[in-house]
């Protein structure tokens, strides 16, 4: 049971961050004059732990569970669900930047078929306008906010 270690007087014993002679300087290896000093802390006004980037609070807010009244039934889905939910009954009862909003989501999603699609593509000079106007916003909402895909297949290139 003899070592190096036991022989030593417990004051002789080197600190553990304390360099030896041969210290070499270079990467992640600081000189000892430019160490950070104990208790020294290097941005004190920078980001405090524990809290949360725009990404991560838009994405809880988006997935956040709500209820939700449908028919005589109460549900509880996410947030952007129940969203998507009010902006496709708003569609179905007429209002066509919803219906637009709607189709401009599922082209992007890859949903709709090409017999689907090729029915959106034969759409009025002024339908296309509207169409192109919802695809410009949405395409620059979601480099805001980008929505997650939520199906299990994967996209189709």
Known sequence: MTSMQD???????????????????GYGK?????RFKHGNKANPKGRKKGTRNRKVV????????VTVREGGEIRQMSALEAVLKKML????????????AIVGIAQKQGIL??????????????????MEDVRRRLAASELEF????????????
């Open 30 to 34: 600081p000189p000892v004059a430019h």
């Open 89 to 100: 009954s708003k569609a179905l009862a007429g209002d066509n930047k919803a219906a637009f």
């Open 146 to 157: 980008p929505l997650p895909c939520s199906s299990a297949e994967p996209e189709a290139p």
């Open 58 to 65: 838009i994405h809880d807010v988006l997935f956040e569970a």
């Open 7 to 25: 022989d030593t007087p417990p004051g002789d014993h080197p600190a553990k961050n304390r360099p030896k002679a041969d210290y070499d300087v």
């Open 113 to 130: 078929t090409p017999e689907q699609e090729q029915v959106v593509d034969d759409l009025s000079e002024s339908d296309i306008a509207i």
